[in-house]
């Protein structure tokens, strides 16, 4: 019974030492969202009319991706997230119909990896 005691104990001190030490590190990395894990991770094609929470996941990166557009993330792929999709596939030279499928996603996904204190591109 003495040795399981002493087992635990220093299993509780490496776990407890670990979070303290993993703290201070953690507050200094940068801060990312990540919208897919928040909302959805699927990354169907979307247009306009679509709702759910791959339309949510799409307002939150546009959010992050961009200087403005502010959008409510209401899942409602409406004329401001159409708008907002529009100019973010101007600014990477994406075809601009307004339909987010694969380039759009990828794009949006590549600059998801930007720390959220970074500035915005676009």
Known sequence: ?????????????????????????????????????????????????????S???????????MSGPDLAIDGVFGGLTYNAVLKFQGCFNLA??????PNTWAALDAFSNIPVEAERIC
């Open 1 to 53: 019974m003495g040795k399981r005691l002493v087992t635990l104990v220093t299993a509780a001190a490496l776990i407890l030492g670990a979070g303290v030490a993993g703290a201070g590190a953690a507050s200094a990395a940068p801060n990312y969202l990540y919208c897919g894990r928040q909302y959805s991770s699927a990354e169907p094609e979307l247009d306009y009319g679509d709702t759910g929470a």
């Open 96 to 101: 601009q119909d307004g339909i987010v499928g």
């Open 55 to 65: 339309v949510k996941a799409l307002q939150c990166q546009l959010n992050e991706n």
